[in-house]
């Protein structure tokens, strides 16, 4: 899977960024809270593989998304840490990677050619991330019920 490489996108530049794990489970709920904290502060909800989404998301869609998300990543990650979850800063999160459980291959540490993360919430209007990386049928049911 290619990453994309324009260096002008100020989106892609983020995405290339500098990104915390949230390692522990109790480091996840810390971020979630952040996020909740400036729910309103025009978060864009992307699934990669998806078209990237021309307007930020609501409130309330992303208290909802947040909630949705953490559920899927509790039940179908059942490790003793989190570790699939990257912030650009953990205490007041701008960019944010969330890697399916189902689709991690090495998430972190070094690779040629590292998986997309399944979903991104960010604060700059996302730009598509792999046309080729398509959602699962399970994960685009799982979009469609929250945003359909």
Known sequence: MNQPHDSTDPFLSA?????????????????????????????????VGQTPPRQAADRDQVLKFVNEIDTLLRAEHRHDSCGIVYADDPRSPSFIKIYDPHNLGVSCGYSNNPPLPGWVMSLLAPTELASAQRLPNNRRRWWARLFG
């Open 15 to 47: 995405f290339r960024g500098s990104f915390t794990s949230a390692l522990r489970w109790p480091q996840l709920d810390a971020l979630w809270s952040a996020v909740r904290e400036r729910a309103d502060a025009g978060w864009y909800l992307y699934a």
